[in-house]
């Protein structure tokens, strides 16, 4: 059995020893979690309504089940899917096969949306079937496909992801192609990104919500935008080239696969994202 590892807060709420240190816990609820000891761990015990139900959430979608609590409450029932803003939601119960990707939930008239996927669970399929399903599954790249096959099968949901990486999902229906961006609806544009993978595609809803993937994310430690070349698969090179030409997208908000989601005005984003690109021309 795991261990409470010795660096956490004292209280009720710990991470045991079994974290794999993917990082989700500290993305999702950043004023709980810190880094200690190689893992995620409780910086505080969680006081207020609102740090519990985040402290429930990060245990709901702890991909290796590190998250515990000594007095073993029961999980609240609205704790998934969790609001970010309007019609964006986190899914929660991210997978160990997408080392704790999160995934996404767009809710529209027109039809619900899953941006890459959780692991199968009865709670996400039901309450995407309280909300009139899925019609369409976004993939950004291979590494955080996780169940989207079953929950298409469930939904019936047409799959996209770019032709280059399109090995991780045999059984999608609609291939992104080269690195010119495609309307997917009328609300949602697909932007190719290649770099983090060769394959990998931003989603941007209602010309101001962009779903980065790998790509692109929020350092809560740095309080900046951050991109990973420790972590490109395919071309460093390539994906700043990308980046750069999401300077003209008009974006407020990205939500991140791996690293911080985060709201800023248009021209805030846009200046960070710059500096973020110059900052990184400047390493060799």
């Known amino acids: 059995m795991a261990e409470r590892h010795d660096l956490n807060a004292p209280g009720d709420w710990y991470v045991d020893t079994s974290c794999m240190n993917c990082g989700a816990a500290r993305t999702a ?146 291939l992104i192609t080269g690195t010119e961006p495609r309307a997917v609806t009328h609300d949602l544009l697909a932007i190719p990104l290649p770099g983090h993978t060769k394959g990998s595609v931003g989603y941007l809803f209602e010309g101001h919500c962009l779903f980065t993937g790998d790509s692109l994310s929020w350092s809560f430690v740095e309080q900046d935008l951050r991109a990973s070349r420790d972590y490109c698969w395919y071309s460093w090179t390539a994906q700043l080239e990308a980046l750069e030409s999401l300077l003209g997208a008009g974006f407020d908000w990205i939500f991140a696969g791996h690293g911080g989601s985060k709201h800023l005005p248009v021209e805030e984003m846009r200046r960070r994202l710059k500096a973020m690109l110059e900052r990184y021309r400047r390493v060799k």
């Open 29 to 174: 609820a950043p004023e709980l979690f810190i880094e200690a000891g190689g893992q995620s761990v409780f910086a505080k015990q969680p006081q207020s309504p609102e740090e519990r139900l985040a402290a429930w959430r990060v245990r709901l979608l702890c991909p290796t089940a590190s998250v515990q609590s000594e007095s073993r409450q029961k999980p609240p029932a609205d704790a998934f899917p969790e609001p970010l803003t309007d019609g964006v939601y986190r899914l929660g119960y991210n997978a160990k096969q997408s080392f704790g990707a999160h995934s996404f939930l767009i809710r529209r008239a027109a039809g619900n949306m899953m941006v890459d996927a959780p692991r199968w669970t009865r709670q996400v399929a039901d309450r995407l079937a309280e909300w009139g399903g899925l019609t369409h599954i976004l993939l950004s790249h291979q590494d955080d496909v996780a169940d989207a096959g079953r929950y298409a099968e469930e939904f019936s949901a047409r799959v996209w992801i770019h032709e280059a990486d399109r090995a991780a999902s045999p059984y999608a229906t609609d």
